[in-house]
């Protein structure tokens, strides 16, 4: 059955990239039929096959996706009109079976829109969005097909279904009624106009966002004051990448970011500030206003015709949550420890503000820089100096270290043996270290370049699965988007880069150890899947990582001990800021779609709601509702960002296991971690499985301490 296709799946961001709107239609191709069937095909290659992406090219998409939608359709169709009475096999376990070539099919046509999604690709995508939300719903509105699970729903507990079966029938029952398939006739037609609609609007606020994010401020000369020379390298090659004199200060987070925390350029920091922040949010083709307001209104309309309250109860009524009120409620647990802390964050920068004689009041575009310069005062400590410890190819292989310490994991680097869509793209064997055993394949794609989305994000090829008696392993992709430096030199990361790097990998690591019979439980609930990735960002600083990866990419000597201290000191450093600017978006996000008329003005609401709340004025929420893709981009993250918060708070608790161990690579709590939380899916209740491996419920409280924040 077609899973996931306009992706909402586990660990994305669900973010569509495109070339700007006003790009123009290419003419259509002539393709070939024998191009199209050799697109559809089974993967070919070693291990049950690999992506062919040496057969991509945009203009097979809309024939291939004809062919097998068709395919698709016709095979639900065979199972919905099935004469024999409904079973589990011939019912759920055959849904489960259907529609592989269009499944496959849609895994190339995302990456492409996430990763090189040029203008032709996204003339494509505006026609195929609204198809593939068409086809999702003739399956979930297909009454006969319906009827058929239902009555294998009624029978669970009396037809000698195993626990994993049972979980799938109980699964998929659900999402069928979430999704409308027991409504009449005619509630289902306007529900398929309002998909089909919103699908339209997710990829037109998507291009708007890209188009913007496809901008920059340039600097010559004598703009460079307090930025590092590995910065500098950057932008240098930036500017070349765009056949631009000077230097480029790219208007996407991991360009934008660095530059706020050393430029002393006050006025230029808040140029490119301003630039950043108003993305979506400007007088032109890529305003988002208009978008946004009809996309909350649409999802309210659907929740009312499903009848549920709002679009945040619809949208949490499979996850762990369950109830908006219960993430909003978490949310504002941790909000006035956050907003105290700012409280004093500001007060020391103005502090030192002051010192300098800088006659100025802390601005948000100041944040950063004096933020750097108060953790110098007070810790001795420059990230210039530990960045130079951080060199991206190490803390690769630090990942990987971790991933066989913990796991029994080996990563043998095999590119060029297998197909790739970018030169930038390295590929990894995985196989198990004590007998060399398959595993998976890693594919890496770090570095950023135009048409690629921003941030950093996980996408499974293939998941994993043992459907009738096969074993398929998973295929999984890690994307970054380091800036590459200066052709020969090395790519230095900064800290906050490496946890993000191991976020990721942990992305990678849970869908490489999942070990489920049936694909739809591969996944997890939306505030679920953020955990095992949170996770895994502890490794970073643990001594054994350090001591062997964090080398100086000049001398290659260890990180001294004393820089090791200040790391140590200042980890709960700034974790005001990083908390109050996620909670202000987390906090908008639920209330927006909590409300039941979807009736929004985007500016008004950020306006209010932060006011109510008393969003710090020196702060801007993470993500602006104007170029907010978690939310707008796709339905996967609405009423959804509280789960990075839901996931860290069981992240935390769950890392607390391990030091309760004595030992972050204490072999029986690792081995509990992935045989109870990585390899089980959602073929278990989440909530179950975290008690089975904490032996209780997660307690916030771990993550108030993480934070420096009081427990009480």
């Not at 027991?182 to 998909?195: D, H, M, T």
């Not at 996407?252 to 006050?266: E, G, K």
């Not at 490489?512 to 049936?518: G, S, V």
């Not at 600017?581 to 609401?605: C, N, R, T, W, Y």
């Amino acid at each position: 059955m077609l899973r996931s296709c306009l992706l909402a799946g586990a660990a994305a961001l669900a973010m569509t990239i495109a070339a700007p709107a006003s790009a123009e239609t290419p003419p259509p191709a002539a393709v070939s039929s024998a191009a199209v069937d050799a697109l559809l095909a089974d993967w070919a290659g070693p291990n049950g096959g690999v992506p062919p992406w040496d057969k991509v090219e945009t203009p097979l998409f809309k024939p291939a996706f004809d062919k097998a939608s068709a395919q698709m359709l016709a095979e639900v169709d065979a199972i919905a009109n099935n004469p024999a009475p409904p079973t589990f096999a011939n019912t759920l376990e055959a849904l489960e079976k259907s529609g592989e070539a269009l499944n496959r099919l849609a895994t190339l046509f995302f990456v492409m829109s996430w990763s090189k999604n040029d203008p032709a690709h996204q003339a494509v995508s505006a026609e195929l969005l609204p198809q593939f939300s068409a086809v999702e719903d003739k399956v979930n509105f297909n009454r006969k097909l319906f009827e058929r699970v239902k009555a294998v729903y009624d029978a669970r507990e009396t037809s000698g279904l195993n626990a994993e079966q049972k979980r799938l029938v109980e699964k998929s029952y659900e999402n069928f009624v979430r999704s409308g398939a027991s409504q009449p006739p005619e509630k289902q037609a306007e529900l398929g106009k309002l998909n089909q609609q919103l699908a339209t609007l997710f990829n037109d606020f998507s291009n708007k966002v890209q188009a913007d994010e496809d901008t920059w401020v340039t600097l010559g000369e004598g703009d460079l004051g307090g930025l590092p020379p590995a910065l500098v390298a950057g932008y240098k090659a930036a500017a070349t990448e765009r056949k631009l004199p000077g230097y480029v200060v790219v208007n996407t987070r991991s360009a934008v970011d660095p530059f706020l925390t050393f430029s002393s350029n006050r006025a230029l920091r808040e140029k490119v500030w301003r630039a950043f922040i108003m993305r979506g949010d400007n007088a032109n083709a890529s305003n988002t206003h208009d978008d946004i307001r009809k996309i909350v209104k649409l999802r309210a309309d659907r929740a009312k015709l499903l009848g549920y309250p709002s679009h945040a109860h619809w949208r949490m009524s499979d996850t762990m949550a369950k109830d908006p009120q219960k993430g909003l409620d978490l949310l504002m647990r941790v909000w006035p420890a956050a907003r105290a802390r700012v409280a004093e964050e500001v007060a020391d920068m103005q502090k030192l503000a002051d010192s300098e004689g800088a006659k100025i009041t802390i601005e948000p575009w100041d944040y950063r820089y004096y933020m750097e310069k108060v953790r110098k005062a007070r810790y001795d400590l420059d990230q210039n100096e530990f960045k130079n410890y951080f060199e991206l190819e190490n803390m690769i292989a630090a990942s990987y270290h971790m991933a066989g310490k913990l796991y029994g994991y080996s990563f043998k680097e095999i590119t060029g043996t297998l197909p790739t869509f970018h030169p930038d793209v390295r590929v990894y064997h995985v196989t198990n270290t004590a007998d060399g055993t398959h595993v998976g394949y890693l594919y890496r794609d770090d570095f950023a370049r135009q048409y690629k989305r921003s941030g950093a994000w996980q996408s499974t090829y293939r998941g994993q699965d043992k459907l009738g008696g096969r074993q398929r392993d998973a295929i999984v992709s890690n994307n970054n988007n380091f800036t590459k430096g200066a052709p020969g030199e090395p790519v230095l990361i900064s800290l906050d880069d490496a946890r993000t790097l191991f976020h990721e990998f942990g992305h990678a690591l849970h869908a490489l150890a999942n070990d489920t019979t049936y694909p739809s439980l591969g996944g997890t609930p939306r505030d679920f899947v953020e955990f095992p990735s949170q996770v895994h960002e502890n490794w970073v600083l643990t001594p054994d990582i350090l001591d062997t990866y964090a080398r100086h990419y000049k001398t290659g000597a260890k990180m001294p001990q004393a820089l090791i201290d200040k790391l140590k000191a200042a980890e709960t450093f700034n974790q005001g800021f990083e908390t109050v600017e996620f909670l202000g978006s987390a906090i908008v996000d639920m209330k927006i779609h909590m409300d039941p008329s979807g009736k929004i003005d985007p500016a008004q609401a950020e306006k209010t709601i932060l006011g109510e709340i008393g969003m710090p004025r020196e702060i801007v929420m993470r993500h602006r509702l104007p170029q907010f893709g978690h939310l707008f981009s796709s339905d996967a993250y609405s009423a959804g960002y509280y789960s990075y918060l839901w996931s860290d708070v069981m992240a935390a608790d769950a890392w607390a296991a391990f030091e309760e161990a004595g030992d972050p690579w204490d072999a029986a709590t690792a081995k509990r971690f992935k045989d109870i939380i990585l390899a089980t899916g959602d073929a278990i209740d989440r909530a179950e499985a975290y008690r089975a491996f904490r032996g209780r419920d997660p307690q916030v409280e771990a993550l108030l301490r993480n934070r420096g924040f009081p427990t009480d």
